[in-house]
């Protein structure tokens, strides 16, 4: 049998995936068919690995199968829909029996291409299609596409014992479909890792080869490869018997069909189905409310006997309400008690809803029909919706010309009532669109757009009622006549616009709605309030403008706050005497590269803000001019490029920060630099080494410029050792991120902690290793407590290129920071060294400083800058005692922890990029004593035109963000979105119809690591 596995490659080499794969083919820009992500071997292993390194332990569900490699998902986890329909095409042809698709992107009403190719394709060449039905959460219809699919075999995710996950997707399909169809394990899954990838290094290979992660990507292909043993067994079986024996033959659980399909899938049961529901479930659809005249419905449950034996069925039902209850009897009947089934024919059974019966619980119900005799029992699930109250709301949309509008996007996003989650995006090319949505209250936001071509944006205008009440049937006319123009300008007419940034959010209770636009400029851009004006305080409104002058000067400004109603139309000319001059001194010690600055403005009690970052040649300097008004603080930071990525955007190789965002004075100056010698570990408030229970960790960043500012790099290799009472506990690859951690004895002992890293002289001439190591005394702790660390610091003056002048004398303080510091101080010791470290010299240490003599010209260390090497040995007073209960604990990210600059605020933790490849996309990481396996949040800005953009209240990356969050079921880029179309990225709480999670619409592997 042929297992296809579309997804992020796979590793052929790892022991338990040798000779399993028979072919193999590339279908993204990728360099070949490799697994660098590990998801892609992960799944292909829990379908039919072999167990071999593991000796057997983790043996695939179907270990006699083969593998169809199949890349659809590039190295960083995603993919388009050309290359996932490719493909599937390309699976097919290459004759497999099954395909796996652990993926997947947000549903829409219509069939898109994927779920058309699954259905043609399981028609037309009997393949089973087993599908992930994604990672959103308790919400309700979150299944994404192509899970979506009528045909696909959708799988939902249970833990070791058979409680639904958390993170698996619920139905029902946007159709009113059950799906998913059944369940399998999908929580901490053992499976064959990619050595290498981004999953064996975030999570860790436990034991050396193998990663445990949960999702229902690890679900589906536990039913891929019992449909494998099925097919062995039954050669002729198409897809449609296929997933009629695994449904009808699955283990009931404590749930009802849209969480958990028909139940568990139960491999051994399935193998001797010979009796089968066809179609595996039945849904009755939506019953409008009022529910007074509503007609019972009927529909035909059929059988299906595969085998040569007639076979009675005895029958009978059970049906739950919304609410978990027993539905009120006669809501679901059977037409009979019993049905025979002749052997290779068929026999119906009638099933009966009435929805009338529900008197005022409304919401779907559901029954499961039980069909037991012949030594077997098919198991059917069955759903209805009953409409809660809704009622229409007809939208009329207006271009500037007062005609019907083609090209528009409307937004109807449900705070209140029955509406409080749901989202719904109408539209009908004819400029007037029905939609039929709960009762309860809305923020209805719409955007018309100037050109008729939605792939050419010249102007729009922004409409929106921050709070519409829906009662009854609603009527809201969109006039793009009625708005007004918005106009920032700032003092310098040679500053050119350069980016732009316009947000509306409505608070409640417990989320934040926030809607905004990217734009190249505010030219051809209007706005209109519409509805009544919003008096409790939930209202904020915020205008971000970005303009750049030449290769060194910028403006960045933000203005905004609580408003009771929004702006209809806005004008804001900044003044000279508004604003502050930050100069920036951009460094870097080797030639040829490039970087920016860029601030983020934060407003109390904000949304969020945007970031301009213009690339230029390093070493240099930029003068960032910014905006002083209502409280806004900067975020301010610097990255070192290495490249372009495959989408034409810098790599970031190195980052860093000012630290927590810095509130200037209008009309002032103020001056910085970033990314200068001397490089080395930072302690603060926030960084250090800690200690929780009996877990020791380190939290602090080695690569701290010569100015303080957190930050770090790419970096070749990492080693980290402890050692307690002499020996060795054990060693990681984290230069002291905070990922890595060492589990020791709860008694009291000395311990010594060393890390060395290194990184390249292409990223950085000074500083390319940094070896560290600490001593100290712990015993197990009741929180997370600081351990005793001391550092020192060198404030040496240098370039921007991190050189000091040849053959002169220099001073340079000397700075203990951490336990040692102040008052603790015993003694502090510097040495000095002019051959790269291969001898040292004692200096002397006179009032916090020493004195050194820098080479002459032409005796330059290969590796360093002209300055010499130093180290510092810091002893402690004997009053200092080890930290212990009661010292300060660290429960949240550090305050000055780097933040990327993004166009929405951002709280996602996206994977980290590879610290071992300076190609790696995203920032460098930062150290976060607070994270386990988590990474600051990145973000790109990307050349907008005119985007319009949504999101909930988990905040979201940017647009073209490096990464999406993890956990989060894959979406997919079903076209490529021009600019001045409409953008979106919907967050918490779930919309109705679930728009794309990653923001440009890419789909990504369904697991939640």
Not at 467 to 480: C, I, Q, Y
Request: hydrophobic content about 35%; charged content about 20%.
């Amino acid at each position: 049998m042929k297992i296809a596995v579309l997804d992020t490659g796979v590793d052929a080499t790892h022991p338990d995936l040798k000779n399993q794969v028979v072919a193999a083919k590339n279908f993204t820009p990728a360099p070949d068919a490799g697994d660098r992500y590990g998801h892609g071997t992960h799944v292909a292993s829990i379908a039919a690995g072999t167990g071999a390194k593991g000796g057997g332990r983790f043996k695939g569900v179907a270990p006699g199968a083969k593998l169809l490699n199949g890349k659809v998902l590039d190295d960083e986890g995603f993919g388009d829909d050309s290359g996932i329909l490719a493909g599937m095409e390309w699976a097919a042809a290459q004759g497999a029996d099954i395909v796996n698709l652990s993926l997947g992107g947000g549903d829409t009403p219509e069939i898109d291409p994927l779920e058309a190719q699954v259905n043609k394709l399981s028609e037309e060449k009997g393949i089973l299609f087993a599908i992930a039905a994604g990672n959103e959460g308790d919400g309700e219809r979150t299944v994404g596409s192509p899970g979506s699919a009528a045909a696909a075999l959708t799988v939902g995710a249970v833990d070791g014992k058979d409680r639904l996950a958390g993170f698996s997707s619920r139905g029902p399909g946007l159709d009113g479909a059950v799906k998913p169809d059944v369940t399998a394990p999908g929580v901490d899954i053992t499976a064959a890792s990619a050595k290498g990838s981004v999953i064996a290094r975030e999570e860790g290979e436990k034991p050396a080869g193998y990663v445990t992660i949960s999702g229902t990507s690890m679900a589906t292909p536990h039913v891929a490869g019992a449909a494998a043993l099925l097919k062995q067994q039954h050669p002729d079986w198409t897809y449609a018997e296929l997933k009629g024996a695994l449904t009808g033959s699955a283990k009931a659980g404590p749930y009802p069909p849209f969480q958990q399909g028909s139940g568990r899938i139960q491999a051994d049961k399935a193998g001797k189905q010979t009796v089968i529901a066809d179609p595996v479930s039945l849904s009755f659809g939506l019953q409008q409310w009022p529910h007074t005249d509503d007609k019972p419905v009927t529909r035909q449950l059929t059988y299906r006997n595969l085998g040569s034996t007639d076979v009675t069925l005895k029958l009978a039902s059970t049906a739950t309400d919304p609410k978990g209850k027993a539905a009120p009897a006669g809501f679901f009947t059977l037409g009979a008690d019993q049905v025979t089934v002749p052997a290779g024919g068929k026999a119906s059974v009638d099933l009966t809803v009435d929805t009338r019966l529900g008197g005022t619980v409304d919401g779907a119900y559901s029954a499961y029909v039980t069909a037991t005799g012949g030594g077997q029992s098919v198991r059917t699930a069955a759903a209805v919706e009953r409409e809660v109250e809704s009622y229409d709301v007809t939208v009329k949309a207006l271009g500037r010309n007062g005609k019907p509008a083609r090209n528009y996007s409307v937004d109807l996003a449900g705070l209140s009532g029955a509406a409080a989650g749901q989202w719904f995006s109408p539209y009908d090319a004819d400029g007037t669109v029905t939609v039929r949505v709960p009762k309860g209250g809305y923020v209805l936001n719409s955007a018309i757009y100037v050109s008729p071509d939605p792939e050419v944006y010249r102007g729009a205008d922004w409409l929106a009622q921050p709070r519409l009440n829906v009662t009854g049937k609603t009527t809201v006319t969109l006039d793009a006549r009625t708005a007004e123009p918005v106009r920032l300008t700032v003092p310098d007419k040679a500053a050119k616009p350069a980016f732009a940034s316009a947000d509306f959010a409505v608070e409640t209770a417990d989320s934040v709605y926030a809607f905004g636009w990217w734009l190249d400029s505010y030219e051809g851009f209007r706005t209109r309030h519409l509805g009544p004006r919003v008096t409790d305080g939930s209202l904020y409104q915020q205008w971000d403008g970005h303009w750049t002058k030449g290769s060194t000067e910028q403006y960045d400004t933000v203005a905004g706050g609580p408003v009771q109603q929004l702006a209809t139309g806005y004008t804001r000319h900044y003044k000279k005497g508004d604003l502050a001059t930050l100069k920036t001194g951009l460094g870097a010690s080797v030639r040829g590269k490039q970087g920016a600055v860029s601030a983020v403005g934060m407003l109390p009690g904000g949304i969020g803000g945007s970031s301009l970052g213009i690339p230029r040649s390093l070493p240099g300097t930029r003068t960032l001019h910014l905006s002083t008004q209502a409280g806004v603080r900067w975020d301010v930071s610097f990255e070192q490029y290495g490249g372009k990525d495959a989408d034409g955007f810098p790599i970031s190789e190195a980052f860093y920060t000012l630290g927590a965002p810095q509130k200037y004075t209008a009309g002032k100056s103020y001056a910085t630099t970033f990314n200068t010698a001397v490089f080395g570990p930072r302690l603060t408030s926030e960084f250090g080494l800690f200690r929780e229970g009996n877990t020791i960790t380190g939290a602090l960043p080695l690569f701290a410029d010569g100015k303080g500012h957190a930050g770090s790099s790419v970096f070749s290799s990492a080693s980290t050792t402890l050692y307690r009472n002499g020996k060795k506990v054990g060693s990681h690859k984290d230069p002291l991120l905070g990922d890595g951690e060492f589990t020791v004895p709860s008694g009291d002992a000395a311990y010594r902690l060393t890390t060395s890293v290194k990184r390249s002289a292409k990223v950085a001439a000074a500083s390319t290793r940094i070896d560290a190591s600490w001593t100290f005394r712990s015993k197990k702790t009741a929180d997370l407590t600081r351990l005793p660390a001391s550092t020192a610091r060198f404030g040496a003056a240098t370039a921007l290129d991190s050189t000091v002048p040849a053959g002169r004398t220099a001073t340079i303080p000397v700075t203990v920071e951490g336990a040692a510091a102040g008052k603790n101080l015993k003694s502090l010791t510097v040495y000095v060294s002019y051959d790269s470290g291969k001898t040292w010299k004692k200096t002397k240490v006179a009032k916090g400083k020493i004195t050194v003599k820098n080479p002459a010209k032409g005796r330059r260390s290969p590796s360093a800058p002209s300055s010499p090497t130093r180290r510092a040995t810091r002893r402690r007073s004997r009053s200092t005692t080890p930290a212990r209960a009661g010292d300060p604990t660290v429960s949240g990210p550090p305050g000055d922890l780097p933040r990327r600059a993004v166009l929405t605020p951002s709280a996602a933790s996206p994977p980290r990029p590879s610290p071992s490849s300076p190609a790696a996309a995203g920032p460098p990481p930062t150290p976060n004593p607070a994270r386990r396996g988590t990474s600051p949040a990145t973000g790109r800005r990307r050349p907008p035109g005119g985007r319009s953009r949504r999101t909930g209240s988990a905040p979201r990356p940017a647009d073209d963000a490096a990464a999406s969050r993890r956990g989060s079921s894959p979406s997919r880029r079903a076209r490529p979105t021009a600019a001045g179309t409409p953008r979106s990225s919907p967050t918490v709480p779930r919309p109705a119809r679930p728009a794309a999670d990653r923001p440009d619409g890419s789909p990504r592997p369904c697991a939640d690591n």
